[in-house]
């Protein structure tokens, strides 16, 4: 399986990212070698083996069904956090329109 | 031996004897770090003022006649725990200049337990490298020789213990960051079992792998380190509730007759051959001391590494997609509209190493190629795991190499990615189990650079793996080395 530049650049809008036209032959070529390398997998049966998503505990540990509400002055710093100061209104962080 | 050489425990028996107080050890830690870390490069972030006024708040408890392990012991944490109102980065561009608003639940256990913390430590951007090379800020260099890495992607976390400039570390491991960079850097490292230690703070990389756990200057080090840290938190959905032992209690029981298991495939071509000396040396050691040494195989181990790079890049891409510019971190001021804000500080934020594996991550599971590469590799995790299962059933750890190499040259790996990943082949397959993973020193090359080796143990099993550990420092005194520095 080989993966085009043209490739590279609709993986990179999926993932929200705009490579540079001057780097998308070196990132290409990279995740064609990784690719190659991985495609060693396929060497191995593996029909009747189920997938392992993580490691998982053997119980799962519930909490109270009860609200914890964040202190006012934690919201505060915690919309103080955004790069802009112009992009805070009220309780929320504004965004520039979605829909043109 | 200089001060901030000696061991957490030696300085638990001279704060209590009130040989020197928890400020003056502070100081004396910032003064080393003043003196050499233009050099190394080790912390991105000294809180100095933060340290001073812990370590008189250490004080206060000492005089009252408190003396848990780590009162007053000044540490160092890899730059991925958030600590609240401190910086920290991730050594990316995209989170430079972010002060968390809150504090990682295993960095806020060693801070309520009265530890100091000197300062968050340099790594690989986002825990992505082997080397530290890929940090946004700064490369950190090898105490044992500067013109080397010392390993990733907890870098500063091992360089800072190996040079004396912190007593103990936290780190990070996802496929061998703390077991590698320990190994390069002549310092203990111990990744612990999934689950043993809360993930709640810690920027996320790749989610079913990531492990919090300690670098130290020995292994009863960094038993005191996980007996403050492990145990179940219930702000992190994957924390086991699984018991704590008493990990210093089980420290001394006599390791003859536990049995190791030797696996062929983890000894085969591509090992320098001083690294598998040191490693066959330490295994006639352990034959010495009355620990049964047999054969034994795990099949699937050459599979592991490709398992691991479509797994690790995946959840990744996932973890990352949270890095958009709006919330908090850098964000692209000349960006017109959404979709410039998002792809403009993505692709100015982040450095090429993360570029690429969230690139690849996306591709593995976007349609039409989840089932060929993302279910694949989960379905060979699965082989991998049977394998440690089944070796299990016969011996009570498994001794490995960690590095296929020595420390490398800084510069020398970066052009090729695929060489770079190839440092960590024998450290992947304990993390795409689960299991825990102790490094431990074991020698010296010709040129003075460290070398050690792996201990894998069963699921919570740290206790025998320390136990084992802690029983070859008693007989060897690798550990007590230090660099000219």
């Known amino acids: 399986m080989t993966v085009t530049k043209n490739d590279v650049q609709k993986i990179a809008h999926l993932a929200r990212m705009d490579i540079p036209e001057g780097q998308l032959d070196k990132y290409t070529s990279e995740l064609n070698q990784i690719l190659g390398h991985v495609d060693d997998l396929n060497r191995l049966d593996t029909r009747d083996v189920p997938p392992m998503a993580g490691v998982v505990s053997k119980t799962t540990t519930l909490r109270e069904d009860a609200t914890v509400d964040p202190a006012p002055a934690f919201l505060e710093e915690v919309l103080a956090k955004a790069p802009q100061t112009d992009r805070v209104e009220g309780d929320f962080f504004t965004v520039p329109q979605v829909i043109e | 031996m200089s001060l901030t050489f000696e061991t957490l425990a030696s300085h638990r028996r001279h704060l209590d004897q009130k040989k020197y107080s928890a400020v003056e050890l502070a100081k004396a830690y910032l003064d080393r770090i003043a003196a050499t870390d233009e ?6 972030h000294v ?25 007053g012991i000044p540490i160092g944490l890899k730059d991925i725990f958030l600590t609240q109102g401190i910086p ?57 020789d500067l013109e080397r890495i010392p390993g990733g992607s907890s870098g500063g976390s091992a360089s800072s213990v190996a040079a004396g400039q912190c007593v103990a570390s936290l780190g990070t491991d996802t496929g061998g960051s703390i077991r590698q960079p320990a190994a390069l850097c002549g310092v203990v ?23 919090v756990g300690p670098l130290t200057r020995t292994v009863e080090d960094c038993a005191l380190m996980l007996s403050v840290i492990a145990g179940y938190d219930g702000h992190d959905s994957t924390s086991n509730t699984a018991p704590v032992p008493d990990y210093a209690a089980s420290l001394t029981k006599p390791a003859k007759g536990l049995r190791l298991g030797i696996p062929k495939e983890y000894f085969g071509s591509g090992i320098d051959p001083e690294v598998k000396a040191a490693v066959e040396a330490a295994i006639k050691q352990y034959d010495a001391m009355g620990v049964t040494c047999e054969a034994v ?37 000349e960006a017109k509209n959404l979709r ?33 590469y993302y279910l694949k590799a989960q379905r060979v995790r699965t082989l991998i795991k049977r394998d440690f299962d089944t070796v299990f059933e016969k011996v009570d750890a498994i001794l490995t190499p960690v590095s296929p190499t020595p420390a490398f040259k800084l510069g020398e790996k970066t052009s090729d990615p695929l060489q770079m990943y190839l440092s960590d082949i024998f450290t992947i397959p304990v993390n795409m189990a689960g299991l825990p993973g102790l490094s431990v020193p074991c ?29 070859y420092q008693q007989a060897t005194d690798w550990h007590t080395r230090t660099p000219l520095f």
């Not at chain 2, 490292?189 to 792998?209: D, E, H, M």
């Open chain 2, 47 to 71: 809180c100095r003022e933060i340290a001073l006024s812990q370590a008189t708040a250490a004080d206060e408890r000492l005089a009252r006649g408190e003396s848990t392990p780590l009162l």
């Open chain 2, 297 to 333: 195989s795990l099949p699937h181990t050459d599979y592991a590494l490709s398992t691991y790079y479509i797994i690790a890049p995946a959840e990744a891409s996932s973890n990352l997609a949270r890095y958009d510019g709006i919330r908090f971190g850098f964000r692209d001021p």
């Open chain 2, 88 to 144: 920290t980065t991730c050594a990316s561009h995209i989170l430079e200049g972010y002060v968390p608003p809150y504090t990682a639940t295993s960095a806020q256990r060693l801070l309520d337990a009265g530890a100091v913390l000197l300062g968050k430590l340099n790594m690989d951007e986002f825990a992505m490298g082997s080397s530290t090379e890929t940090s946004y800020f700064k490369k950190t260099r090898n105490p044992w």
């Open chain 2, 443 to 471: 020698g010296f090359t010709q040129t003075n650079l460290p070398l050690a080796f792996q201990l894998i143990g069963k699921p919570f099993d740290e206790a025998t793996l320390l136990q084992l550990g802690h029983a």
């Open chain 2, 340 to 372: 410039e804000v998002y792809e403009h500080s993505r692709t100015k934020g982040f450095g090429p190493e993360v570029t690429r594996r969230i690139i690849l991550g996306t591709y593995v599971l976007s349609a039409g190629y989840y089932d060929a």
């Open chain 2, 39 to 44: 050099r190394i490069g080790s912390y991105l």
């Open chain 2, 189 to 211: 490292g111990l990744k612990p079992t999934y689950g043993r230690v809360s993930r709640y703070g810690v920027i996320a990389f790749a989610s079913s792998l990531d492990q």
